[in-house]
């Protein structure tokens, strides 16, 4: 038993905001974020938030897949950035779209969430317990950014990605997941924390930090490793890959990606230049954003790598 996607849906931030209108809060330029990043804009949510833009991403993802919201079994979402710490975004979103008869949960690892919620996904439905599950990568991570420091403010966006996968007998699919505990400190944003009685302290609470060369450094060296993993572990090579959607974290690390598997840029589809680094979200949206362009035929060989806070990293060789 394996599984296949059979549908996707997106929903960015509400409003879009340009390099320029940061220029105007931080002392920044469109030349330095679009030269070091590749980010000319991103989408910031203005109301709908996590939850609200995961639903809409998801109720798009059923039309697409031709499915009822009734007939999803489960309902996984990766996500850092959850409205309250219970209940899950995912019953939020079940909520929402009606999914009656699903059961929820939230994946927590960072810009890696989409990757991580659909391989435990796929493994329910590839143990047979379910049929239909909806995958969902969904951040509001501009709340978590400090609006006053230009090394982090530029990089990041908010939006939702949604696919549909269903159970099948034949196809292919191979993942993998990887952590580094030892580098927890190198991408952050710490929760509510250190409030009660006896400290007579109020929470404090956490706003994103980044070491941003080390985080080039894993990137750069981590993803290429899974990537050529999980192609090895299928028999599968190179040259029949038709395209591999990264995390948009960043135009440079890509691009050193492209060049580390020897493998051309044109294989390696980019959104970052319009919504910014939307961490668990950037993976689903592009993915919707190629099936609807119908760059996908059925068929296709495409591999998907996420990486980011924990250090966490994993990718995913899919059938379309
Ligand atoms: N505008 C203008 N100047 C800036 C800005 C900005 N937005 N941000 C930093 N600078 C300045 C710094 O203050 C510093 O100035 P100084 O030399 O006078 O002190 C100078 O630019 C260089 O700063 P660095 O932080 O060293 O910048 P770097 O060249 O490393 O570029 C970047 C930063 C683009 C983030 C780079 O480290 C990178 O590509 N990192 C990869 C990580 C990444 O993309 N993370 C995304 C989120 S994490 C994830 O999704 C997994």
Known sequence: MTTKIIGTGSCPGERVVTNDDLAKIVETS??????????????LTTGLGTSGMAARAAMLACENAGIRPEELDLIVM??????????SGACQVQAAIGAVNAAGFDISAACSGFVF?????????????????????????????????????????????????KAQEDGCFEGMMGCDGKKWEVLTCQARSGGNFITEKKPDLGYIYMDGQEVFKFAVKKVPECIRQVLDANGVGMEAVRYYILHQANERIIDSVAK???????????????????????????????????????????????????????????EW
């Open 30 to 43: 469109d030349e330095w974020i679009s030269s070091r990043t590749g980010i000319k804009e991103r989408h």
């Open 78 to 87: 990766g996500t850092s950035t959850p409205e309250y710490c219970f209940p």
């Open 117 to 165: 919620a659909l391989m435990t996904a796929h493994s329910f439905l590839k143990s047979g317990m379910y049929r239909n599950a909806l995958v969902i990568g969904a951040d509001d991570i501009s709340k978590l950014v400090d609006w006053s420091d230009r090394k982090t403010c530029v990089l990041f966006g908010d939006g939702a990605g949604a696919a549909v996968i």
């Open 260 to 318: 580390r598997l020897k493998e051309p840029l044109e294989k390696f589809p980019m959104n970052i230049q319009k919504y910014g680094n939307t961490s668990g979200a950037s993976i689903p949206i592009l993915l919707d954003e190629m099936n609807r362009e119908g760059m996908l035929n059925r068929g296709d060989k495409i591999v998907l790598a996420g990486f980011g806070g924990g250090l966490t990293w994993g990718a995913i060789l899919l």
